[in-house]
């Protein structure tokens, strides 16, 4: 776009700015513009780099004459190589600057840093490139500070603050260079008009010239009527305004503005008639063609002729958006340097602080005057060896970074641990300007995370080892065992006795005994041992180092010493004992935590033993164990499936053929096996939860069938066996008045409740004070398989049981066997010493039958009178059974007759 020509008046607006008093017109020409300004300019031949022209500020500033500036070489002023020019005009095209920056030398030998405003013209058919050059000096000063130190945020933000005040100066220069241009060239143009050919000629060429250094100007210049009508405008102007020149020619500028308001101000204030000439910088909203807005640094002012009549308004604008944002940048990034948290510290290559913020003076106890200038080993703290630091430093010169845990001293004397981290600032030739260090005291939280340590790997009470940290060292020492190609025990402990001392004497003196157990245990064990706590009263000790599986056998014994000496606790002698279970390593399963189940089943059979002994695992006993739990595991889901059923034997009056009664006897129906007798799988569960769990199954069936059969008149006695360790249940006699109320047309006087005479009754009076409650239900019990076991006139004596059952083997070789028929004689004579029935089980064939009659035994069951059967083949098979003839013409012997059964009384 080439400017349109104007009327001579602007002449007078040149000569203004200018500061030319005389306003003769032929007088005026570029050479007047260019030798009067007082911007720094320069015209050089771009192929020798000699100095074509050079203007009076020129001179002022290098500090040459005229003649000799005019007489160098850039080359002599410019103090940079070819090669760092060659990279100054890449970083510009770069970053897309307009300018360069360079270090020109002055007549006095001093340098300063520029800023290099270039643009190619043409004159007298002569390529040139016109320079404008203004002191950058203290910018450069402050982009070096930068470079050294990035991280100086909050100096770097004041330093640019300060800096606009310096640059504004410089704008105004360039703008009113720009300005000064426009109108030279308005100027220019109105002398066309009055010059001879000649001088057309040359005003033509200074035209073009002037429209090419205004074009290349990157700040907007807009020239308005006095009613702020837009005139003309440069290349800039459409470019930052987005219009073409024809889409703004002659309409308002306040289609430029984003807030109106702005408009009307500065119209009051710089662009009305009577305003008077501004040099100022001020900043404005402008908006764009497609509505974006930017923020405008703009040089305004209105424009009079000699006389003092307004000719219009001028304004030179830049685009400062960037700047803003920048500078908005650098305050938010000077803010976090200041406020953050962490300490920041800045230092030079060698290591001396440049910088430094205020969590750093929160955490070191050292201000920043302290600190400046120091070196950074002032907060050294000596714990930490030469070889730390050599490490650390070879890891940063490698890596520009290194990170990690330091002890370092406060201003006070006590030394802190904190985090740190470090990293290299780097020049764009990769040399190293400062470092900076990021650090946060981690003293407390690491006290923290050792408290929390301790209380998750430590027990609570004791202060031993818990199971976490048990898990840890038993891996461990796995793994010691297999480096030495040695042994390692584990010692599962559990104290006897205890829960009995807890019960008695509170808690509190139960944890004072867990503490001195523990402390004793501590005591005896070896450097290398460890003794952890489970929980309760049990504990686990881990033996290593051991030659063989015997060596450990003392230690064992001083185990079991040291606890079972007496505890004075609270003017009280306690005292306790310890089974012990014991696991080896290597193994079998080398797994820890089958150790420790393995240790853990030794030690209840320990237990089982004597207590106060140790036991050590056997693996043929644990396949066997594992064996058993899988056949309880499924003997529970067979019980929750409904698979077990209850078949009857039928009990008879040998010579009348009379059903008395009947034993409910459980059978498994395997969906596999089919038909298990109890034998295949009872033994299983002996001493299991499941023995009480199915017992309690075996009395609610028989209860139900006891309730049918009542329903269709067979009025008749149903047994079943309960075990001993059922009997002994606490809850045994509370949950039979349960089962019994829930089947109220069950008479109990026809419930009976068989003990098997050789199960192990532990508390004999507790059993007799359950066995009596029960009775007073209207429960009857009778005690099986009577002479078998050692304890049949104790049981006799103290159970209230109304009937004994012969032993079938006693039965089976009474024709036989004279000792047998011996027991048998005996044990009527006891049953009518106490006035009990009797019942002789196994009878198999007539001739036992008769010589049980004989004897004075009428009730007796077995194979020979009828095998156990459904529940639903009884009634019929009682009413179509018959007695052999012999039982029925067999009479009772007078010297064995028991005493009389008491459902026939």
Same mark, same amino acid.
């Given at each position: 776009m080439s400017l349109n020509k104007k009327p001579f008046t602007y002449i007078a607006i040149l000569l203004l700015i200018l500061g030319i008093t005389t306003p003769t017109y032929a007088e005026i020409s570029f050479n007047d513009a260019f030798t009067r300004h007082n911007a720094v300019m320069l015209l050089i031949d771009p192929m020798s780099g000699e100095i074509i022209d050079a203007n009076q500020a020129a001179s002022q500033f290098y500090g040459?004459?005229?003649?000799?500036?005019?007489?160098?070489?850039?080359?002599?002023?410019?103090?940079?190589?070819?090669?760092?020019?060659?990279?100054?005009?890449?970083?510009a095209q770069k970053e897309g600057r307009n300018y360069f920056i360079f270090r020109h030398k002055s007549a006095d030998g001093s340098i300063r840093t520029v800023e290099v405003h270039s643009t190619p013209i043409t004159?007298?058919?002569?390529?040139?490139?016109? /320079?404008?050059?203004?002191?950058?000096?203290?910018?450069?000063?402050?982009?070096?500070?930068?470079?050294q130190y990035q991280e100086k945020l909050e100096e770097m933000v004041a330093i640019q603050t300060s800096e606009l005040s310096s640059k504004s100066q410089q704008v105004i220069y360039i703008m009113g260079l720009s300005i000064t241009l426009l109108l030279a060239l308005l100027f220019l143009l109105a002398v066309v008009n009055k010059r001879n050919i000649a001088l057309r000629q040359k005003a033509e060429e200074q035209e073009v010239t002037l429209n090419t250094i205004l074009n290349n100007i990157t700040d907007a210049i807009i020239y308005t009527d006095c009613n702020r009508n837009i005139i003309t405008a440069n290349k800039s102007a459409e470019s930052i305004f987005g219009y073409k020149y024809q889409e703004f020619k002659g309409e308002s500028a306040a289609i430029l503005y984003a807030d109106i308001a702005d408009f009307i101000y500065q119209g009051k204030l710089r662009f009305s008639l009577d305003a008077s000439?501004?040099?100022?910088?001020?900043?404005?909203?402008?908006?764009?063609?497609?509505?974006?807005?930017?923020?405008?640094?703009?040089?305004?002012?209105?424009?009079?002729?000699?006389?003092?009549?307004?000719?219009?308004?001028?304004?030179?604008?830049?685009?400062?958006?960037?700047?803003?944002?920048?500078?908005?940048?650098?305050? *938010?990034?000077?803010?976090?340097?200041?406020?953050?948290?962490?300490?920041?510290?800045?230092?030079?290559?060698?290591?001396?602080?440049?910088?430094?913020?205020? !969590?750093?003076?929160?955490?070191?106890?050292?201000?920043?005057?302290?600190?400046?200038?120091?070196?950074?080993?002032?907060?050294?703290?000596?714990?930490?060896?030469?070889?730390?630091?050599?490490?650390?430093?070879?890891?940063?010169?490698?890596?520009? @970074?290194?990170?990690?845990?330091?002890?370092?001293? @406060?201003?006070?004397?006590?030394?802190?641990?904190?985090?740190?981290?470090?990293?290299?600032? *780097?020049?764009?030739?990769?040399?190293?300007? #400062? +470092?900076?260090?990021?650090?946060?005291?981690?003293?407390?939280?690491?006290?923290?995370?050792?408290?929390? @340590?301790?209380?998750?790997?430590?027990?609570?009470?004791?202060?031993?080892?818990?199971?976490?940290?048990?898990?840890? =060292?038993?891996? &461990?020492?796995?793994?010691?065992?297999? =480096?030495?190609?040695? %042994?390692? !025990?584990?010692?599962?402990i559990d104290l006897d006795g205890f829960k009995a001392i807890n019960d008695q004497y509170g808690h509190d003196v139960g944890d004072k005994l867990l503490v001195e157990v523990a402390q004793r245990m501590k005591q005896v064990l070896r450097e290398g041992d460890t003794i952890a706590r489970l929980g309760g009263d049990e504990f686990v000790a881990i033996f290593t180092d051991l030659a063989d599986t015997e060596s450990c056998i003392p230690l064992l014994n001083r185990i079991l010493q040291t606890i079972s000496?007496?505890?004075?606790?609270?003017?009280?002698?306690?005292?306790?004992?310890?089974?012990?279970?014991?696991?080896?390593?290597?193994?079998?399963?080398?797994?820890?935590?089958?150790?420790?189940?393995?240790?853990? *089943?030794?030690?209840?059979?320990?237990?089982?033993?004597s207590k106060n002994c140790y036991h050590i695992f056997d693996p043929v006993h644990d396949r066997s164990l594992k064996g058993r739990h899988e056949r309880i595991e499924r003997l529970q889901q067979a019980l929750a499936d409904n698979e077990f059923i209850l078949y009857y034997q039928p009990k008879v009056h040998l010579r009348?053929?009379?059903?008395?009664?009947?034993?409910?006897?459980?059978?498994?129906?395997?969906?596999?096996?089919?038909?298990? $007798?109890?034998?295949?799988?009872?033994?299983?569960?002996?001493?299991?939860?499941?023995?009480?769990?199915?017992?309690?199954?075996?009395i609610t069936s028989a209860l139900k069938q006891l309730?049918?059969?009542?329903?269709?008149?067979?009025?008749?006695?149903?047994?079943?066996?309960?075990?001993?360790?059922?009997?002994?249940? /606490?809850?045994?006699?509370?949950?039979?008045?349960?089962?019994?109320?829930a089947h109220p047309t069950a008479n109990p006087a026809n419930f009976e409740l068989?003990?098997?005479?050789? %199960?192990?009754?532990?508390?004999l009076q507790q059993v007799s004070k359950t066995m009596k409650i029960c009775s007073q239900m209207g429960v009857k019990f009778a005690l099986d398989d009577f002479g078998?076991?050692?304890?049949?006139?104790?049981?006799?004596?103290?159970? $209230?049981?109304?009937?004994?059952?012969?032993?079938?083997?006693?039965?089976?070789?009474?024709?036989?066997?004279?000792?047998?028929?011996?027991?048998?004689?005996?044990?009527?004579?006891?049953?009518?010493?106490? &006035?009990?029935?009797?019942?002789?089980?196994?009878?198999?064939?007539?001739?036992?039958?008769?010589?049980?009659?004989?004897?004075? #035994?009428?009730?007796?069951?077995? +194979?020979?009178?009828? =095998?156990?059967? $459904?529940?639903?083949?009884?009634?019929?098979?009682?009413?179509?059974?018959?007695p052999p003839a012999v039982w029925v013409n067999s009479s009772t012997g007078a010297e064995g007759k028991a005493a009389p059964h008491k459902t026939l009384t």
């Amino acid at each position: 776009m080439s400017l349109n020509k104007k009327p001579f008046t602007y002449i007078a607006i040149l000569l203004l700015i200018l500061g030319i008093t005389t306003p003769t017109y032929a007088e005026i020409s570029f050479n007047d513009a260019f030798t009067r300004h007082n911007a720094v300019m320069l015209l050089i031949d771009p192929m020798s780099g000699e100095i074509i022209d050079a203007n009076q500020a020129a001179s002022q500033f290098y500090g040459y004459p005229l003649n000799t500036l005019r007489s160098m070489v850039i080359q002599e002023i410019n103090t940079l190589t070819k090669e760092q020019v060659a990279n100054e005009r890449k970083l510009a095209q770069k970053e897309g600057r307009n300018y360069f920056i360079f270090r020109h030398k002055s007549a006095d030998g001093s340098i300063r840093t520029v800023e290099v405003h270039s643009t190619p013209i043409t004159s007298n058919n002569q390529k040139l490139l016109f /320079s404008i050059i203004t002191d950058a000096s203290a910018a450069s000063g402050r982009n070096q500070g930068l470079w050294q130190y990035q991280e100086k945020l909050e100096e770097m933000v004041a330093i640019q603050t300060s800096e606009l005040s310096s640059k504004s100066q410089q704008v105004i220069y360039i703008m009113g260079l720009s300005i000064t241009l426009l109108l030279a060239l308005l100027f220019l143009l109105a002398v066309v008009n009055k010059r001879n050919i000649a001088l057309r000629q040359k005003a033509e060429e200074q035209e073009v010239t002037l429209n090419t250094i205004l074009n290349n100007i990157t700040d907007a210049i807009i020239y308005t009527d006095c009613n702020r009508n837009i005139i003309t405008a440069n290349k800039s102007a459409e470019s930052i305004f987005g219009y073409k020149y024809q889409e703004f020619k002659g309409e308002s500028a306040a289609i430029l503005y984003a807030d109106i308001a702005d408009f009307i101000y500065q119209g009051k204030l710089r662009f009305s008639l009577d305003a008077s000439p501004k040099t100022d910088l001020y900043e404005v909203t402008y908006k764009r063609h497609d509505g974006d807005t930017f923020v405008g640094e703009t040089l305004g002012s209105v424009i009079k002729n000699s006389a003092g009549d307004a000719l219009g308004f001028i304004g030179v604008i830049r685009d400062i958006t960037d700047r803003k944002t920048t500078e908005e940048g650098l305050r *938010q990034a000077a803010s976090v340097f200041q406020n953050a948290s962490e300490g920041i510290i800045i230092t030079s290559p060698t290591g001396t602080i440049l910088d430094v913020n205020a !969590a750093y003076t929160a955490i070191t106890g050292y201000s920043r005057e302290e600190t400046l200038g120091q070196s950074s080993k002032m907060l050294k703290s000596g714990l930490q060896a030469d070889a730390f630091y050599e490490t650390m430093w070879k890891r940063l010169l490698s890596s520009g @970074h290194w990170e990690g845990e330091i002890y370092n001293r @406060h201003k006070n004397g006590h030394t802190y641990l904190e985090q740190l981290s470090i990293n290299a600032v *780097q020049d764009d030739q990769g040399q190293t300007k #400062c +470092y900076i260090g990021l650090f946060y005291d981690i003293t407390l939280q690491k006290e923290h995370e050792k408290q929390l @340590h301790h209380i998750a790997h430590f027990d609570a009470l004791t202060e031993l080892p818990n199971r976490l940290l048990l898990a840890d =060292r038993l891996q &461990q020492g796995i793994l010691h065992a297999d =480096r030495q190609m040695d %042994s390692l !025990a584990v010692v599962y402990i559990d104290l006897d006795g205890f829960k009995a001392i807890n019960d008695q004497y509170g808690h509190d003196v139960g944890d004072k005994l867990l503490v001195e157990v523990a402390q004793r245990m501590k005591q005896v064990l070896r450097e290398g041992d460890t003794i952890a706590r489970l929980g309760g009263d049990e504990f686990v000790a881990i033996f290593t180092d051991l030659a063989d599986t015997e060596s450990c056998i003392p230690l064992l014994n001083r185990i079991l010493q040291t606890i079972s000496a007496g505890v004075k606790i609270d003017n009280s002698l306690l005292h306790v004992t310890a089974s012990l279970g014991v696991a080896f390593y290597p193994t079998e399963d080398p797994e820890p935590d089958k150790l420790l189940r393995q240790a853990d *089943q030794a030690m209840y059979q320990a237990k089982l033993k004597s207590k106060n002994c140790y036991h050590i695992f056997d693996p043929v006993h644990d396949r066997s164990l594992k064996g058993r739990h899988e056949r309880i595991e499924r003997l529970q889901q067979a019980l929750a499936d409904n698979e077990f059923i209850l078949y009857y034997q039928p009990k008879v009056h040998l010579r009348t053929g009379e059903l008395i009664g009947v034993e409910a006897l459980i059978r498994w129906l395997h969906p596999e096996k089919g038909l298990l $007798p109890p034998a295949a799988f009872l033994p299983d569960i002996d001493n299991h939860d499941l023995d009480i769990e199915l017992g309690q199954w075996v009395i609610t069936s028989a209860l139900k069938q006891l309730s049918a059969w009542q329903s269709i008149g067979l009025n008749i006695r149903v047994s079943v066996n309960i075990s001993a360790q059922q009997l002994q249940d /606490s809850r045994f006699s509370k949950q039979l008045h349960q089962l019994l109320t829930a089947h109220p047309t069950a008479n109990p006087a026809n419930f009976e409740l068989e003990i098997l005479e050789s %199960s192990a009754l532990q508390d004999l009076q507790q059993v007799s004070k359950t066995m009596k409650i029960c009775s007073q239900m209207g429960v009857k019990f009778a005690l099986d398989d009577f002479g078998t076991g050692y304890s049949s006139l104790t049981y006799l004596k103290y159970l $209230p049981v109304e009937v004994l059952k012969i032993d079938r083997t006693f039965v089976n070789g009474m024709l036989s066997n004279s000792e047998d028929m011996a027991i048998i004689k005996a044990v009527l004579g006891l049953a009518k010493a106490f &006035q009990r029935d009797i019942v002789a089980e196994g009878v198999e064939t007539p001739e036992q039958g008769v010589s049980l009659l004989q004897l004075g #035994c009428e009730i007796a069951q077995g +194979y020979g009178i009828a =095998r156990p059967m $459904p529940a639903t083949e009884i009634h019929s098979w009682s009413k179509n059974w018959q007695p052999p003839a012999v039982w029925v013409n067999s009479s009772t012997g007078a010297e064995g007759k028991a005493a009389p059964h008491k459902t026939l009384t």
